[in-house]
């Protein structure tokens, strides 16, 4: 198991649409052991592989207050969506920065587990916020893009000073 590299915003390889996963196999399930430890170590509640710099569709979340309780997505699709609700959202990508984010309140999704084999899950709150957060990191989008172009910008300079004072 490794600690992977997490790529910060505005890193233009975080806009790659990420391609379904075609088989769940052994170097995929190691990509998911190493993205827990990662997510763990950050600390934080979800990853997609977009921002390990894995271009597939596969994200994991554990919202657990134990953090034993992993969640695995593979080719995620939300196939019901209701109510809104707003939320504080943060990204492994995005460190330090907190901003409010509007979403749908229950999303409907279905996907593949880790061995590859379907489920369907309702989920609301919070675990309902990381699933349409860490869907859009498989789309190429990271949550700064909810915000205004004035707000964004300012982000990105941080991120970018931040970057140059490493
Ligand atoms: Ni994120």
């Known amino acids: 198991m490794a600690i992977l590299d997490i790529l910060n915003y505005p890193d233009p390889r975080l806009h790659t649409v990420a391609k379904p996963v075609k088989e769940v196999d052994a170097n995929i399930r190691r990509l998911i052991e190493d993205m827990a430890v990662t997510m763990y170590d950050a600390p934080g509640v979800g990853l997609a592989a977009t921002q390990v710099n894995q271009h597939i569709q ?4 554990d919202t657990s207050e134990t953090k034993d309780q992993l969640q695995v997505f593979i080719n995620p699709r939300i196939i019901e969506k209701s109510g809104v609700q707003e939320y504080e959202e943060g990204c492994l990508s995005v460190p330090g920065v907190y901003e ?11 996907a593949l587990d880790k061995s590859g084999k379907k489920f369907t899950l309702i989920a609301e709150g919070l675990l309902s916020v990381c699933i349409q957060h860490e869907m859009d990191h498989l789309l190429g989008k990271v949550f700064v893009e909810y915000l205004s172009p004035l707000k964004r910008n300012r982000i990105k300079n941080r991120m970018l000073k931040l970057k140059r004072d490493r």
């Open 100 to 110: 409010s984010v509007t979403r749908a309140e229950i999303v409907k999704v279905e």
């Open 58 to 61: 596969l994200l994991i979340i």
